[in-house]
């Protein structure tokens, strides 16, 4: 009989597609171990710091999907930490959890912070109602904002009598732990649907669970190669739309994502806010993930299905079709990984059976059967895609700039071995060729010029982002208004009318890409001639003996997808909201007009944050990239002429002005889309 396969081998094999990249890394590590012995202080300096930002590296996955469709169970098992955390969430919840998973020798638990929501949310929350609440009180729906209020009272009324006085002081603090354990992450997580119930049996359960915004849980993790952060995020479907924001803001902090869906109501009408999220992010950045396949009568005839009806759907609603597919079972992993397989129920071993029948390869047989099971539960093939998307996306960026680093730190360290060869026993730096003081002036002149061009080209790309958005607002808002007012014409307000917003999605998704496209080239440009500078001023200060330099510029960062795009206005939704809308006003006119102020008030904010959370952002990584990268050959030339650091006072005009630019904050803060009009 084969030997049983342990948790820790399951996960080793889970986690091998992570090896290349470990090794990758570890290569590179070992060249700048080299490089942080050399004499010239400034490169060893250099090499310590990117030896740590190595060592820091924390690539990052987002679970995302619907209440009950088993993300936890998924995280648990992929984990390795089963009933860790707690998989029947109540409805209520609202935590994103964050597992930091940390290499290792020995498997164990370390820290843990718990955020909680600040004043201005609870405060947003419970006057405005939510995004729920502005959504009703925009299309004039008073009873429903009423009874959104009412229920988010309540539930501000219910925290307070559990925490008392405390409960203010709580708001915008964090509680922070040295260790924990399934209990002490119950405290912050709600448990079953019976949140409106007290609990006797244990009052501190769920104690903090309403306020709690995020959840931070270190833990070491032997059986993986390199870092990993696993966010497990509530599902999106709640009243209040909370979680929809919480979840578009998880995203925005991770390049992968992972959709669960319940194997059982896969990608069906209620999911079209998943897709309108996941619609901006790029297809290779997206698993799908159909859990609870043990809940189908017959697993090998309808995933098939399910799965040309998810790819269809997808389509239809533009979503990312080329996403990879996996079906499974999260609590078969779970079974497999506890050695509990003889215990599942009649109908999941049924299914199982069904499952493994339709995927038997007699040439590759398994080599135990909790093998096989954990093969068949989908977590094989869940841990080689993220390993595989991680190696070709943030693993690949983190090696391009290692490698550029390193290459750049090589040529340096040429250049200082020749420089001290040549220079005078007596006196260091006798082979400069030029006085310190002129160095430094001509390294502050070429972060001025450099940066200079970067700043006042980003500004007008910017602007034109901004015009085009705007643009494509204008265009939607006088096409939806001339067919609101065609069908109320034809129909009269009585007859319930939709408009689907896609097409005004894709025109922003578009505008966006555009202006990445844009911004791109023109750092590029900028942080390579601002390298070619470096470049030559490497030969004009010191006498390298005909050694050529050629510093190449630092890559690009990475823009965020536009998730903030996918957040649902009310042109998404359905249902009773219109009908009042239209018997509310006077007139046709005045229903079309007012329509339009309410997509203008609906899509405004939209289109603030994506200027404020992604363009602004995105040029600010660019100019901290050209600016740690002008800082490190800064520190390497006066380390090597013997000239040390600056100082701030007695600078030359010159290079007080770009001391002045370098401290100015990233072009375009403040921009308003008014200011486009």
């Not at 069908?487 to 998704?509: A, I, M, N, Q």
Request: charged share 25%; net charge negative; aromatic share 6%.
């Amino acid at each position: 009989m084969p030997t049983p396969m342990s948790a820790t081998q399951l996960l080793e094999g889970t986690f091998a597609g992570f090896r290349p990249l470990a090794e990758r890394l570890s290569a590179l590590d070992a060249r700048l171990q080299d490089a942080a012995s050399s004499e010239t202080a400034a490169i060893a300096g250099r090499a310590r710091q990117l030896r740590r930002k190595i060592r820091d590296f924390e690539p990052s996955v987002t679970m995302i999907g619907q209440v009950k469709a088993g993300k936890t169970t998924l995280v648990n098992a992929l984990t390795g930490w089963q009933d860790l955390l707690p998989a029947d969430v109540n409805p209520w919840t609202s935590v994103v959890t964050g597992l930091h998973l940390r290499t290792g020798e020995r498997r164990s638990t370390g820290n843990a912070r718990f955020k909680f929501f600040t004043e201005d949310e609870w405060t947003h929350l419970v006057q405005r109602g939510g995004r729920m609440g502005e959504l009703a009180g925009r299309a004039g729906a008073d009873d429903e904002l009423e009874k959104v209020r009412a229920q988010l009272e309540a539930m501000r009324q219910k925290s307070r009598d559990r925490l008392g006085q405390r409960f203010e002081l709580l708001l915008g603090q964090s509680h922070d732990y040295d260790n924990f354990d399934a209990g002490l992450i119950e405290r912050y997580v709600c448990l079953g649907d019976d949140f409106w119930e007290e609990d006797a049996s244990d009052d501190q359960k769920g104690r903090f669970a309403d306020i709690t915004r995020t959840a931070d849980l270190w833990f070491t993790q032997p059986e993986l190669p390199v870092n990993l952060c696993i966010r497990d995020t509530p599902g999106v479907n709640d009243t209040f739309m909370i979680r929809e924001q919480i979840t578009i803001n998880a995203l925005r902090g991770s390049r992968l994502c992972v959709m669960v869906l319940a194997a059982t109501q896969a990608l069906t009408s209620v999911d079209l806010a998943l897709i309108r999220m996941i619609s901006n992010v790029a297809s290779r950045d997206v698993i799908i993930f159909v859990n609870r396949i043990d809940e189908l009568g017959d697993p090998a005839r309808e995933v098939p299905e399910i799965r040309a009806s998810i790819i269809e759907t997808l389509r239809k609603h533009g979503g990312p079709t080329e996403a990879e597919i996996i079906f499974g079972c999260g609590l078969w992993a779970g079974q497999a990984m506890d050695d509990g397989i003889e215990t599942l129920a009649q109908d999941s071993a049924e299914a199982l059976l069904s499952w493994a029948e339709a995927h038997a390869d007699p040439d590759n047989p398994f080599d135990s059967l909790e093998e096989m099971v954990w093969d068949l539960s989908g977590m094989q093939a869940l841990g080689k895609a993220i390993a595989g998307r991680i190696e070709s996306g943030a693993g690949a960026q983190l090696l391009q700039e290692i490698e550029v680093e390193i290459a750049n730190l090589d040529q340096s360290r040429k250049a200082a071995a020749v420089v001290a060869g040549t220079a005078s026993a007596a006196q260091a730096g006798g082979a400069c060729r030029i006085e310190p003081a002129a160095l430094i002036k001509a390294l502050d002149d070429i972060e001025y010029r450099t940066r200079s061009h970067l700043v006042s080209g980003l500004i007008p790309l910017q602007q034109a982002l901004g015009e085009r958005i705007e643009n494509s607002r204008r265009t939607f808002v006088s096409r939806a208004t001339a067919a609101v007012l065609a069908h109320l014409e034809s129909y009269g307000e009585l007859e319930v009318w939709t408009y689907d917003p896609c097409g005004l999605r894709v025109l922003l998704r578009s505008s966006y890409q555009r202006y990445v496209r844009s911004v791109v080239k023109h750092a590029e440009e900028s942080l390579a001639a601002g390298a070619a500078e470096i470049s030559s001023l490497y030969q004009e200060a010191f006498d390298l003996g005909g050694m050529q330099t050629d510093i190449a510029s630092p890559p690009l960062p990475q823009p965020e997808p536009p998730i903030v795009l996918g957040q649902t206005i009310a042109l998404d939704l359905r249902g009773t909201w219109w009908s009042r809308f239209w018997r509310r006003r006077k007139g046709y006119q005045a229903c079309a007009d007012d329509f339009a102020s309410l997509i203008q008030s609906e899509t405004q904010p939209i289109l603030n944050r994506l200027i404020s959370e992604n363009a602004e952002p995105f040029e600010q990584s660019i100019i901290d990239t050209l600016g740690g990268f002008l800082t490190a050959h800064r520190k390497i030339l006066l380390d090597m002429a013997g000239a040390g650091t600056a100082p701030a006072d007695g600078m030359d005009p010159a290079a007080q002005q770009a001391n002045r630019i370098l401290s100015r904050p990233a072009p375009g803060v403040g921009y308003s889309m008014e200011a486009a009009r």
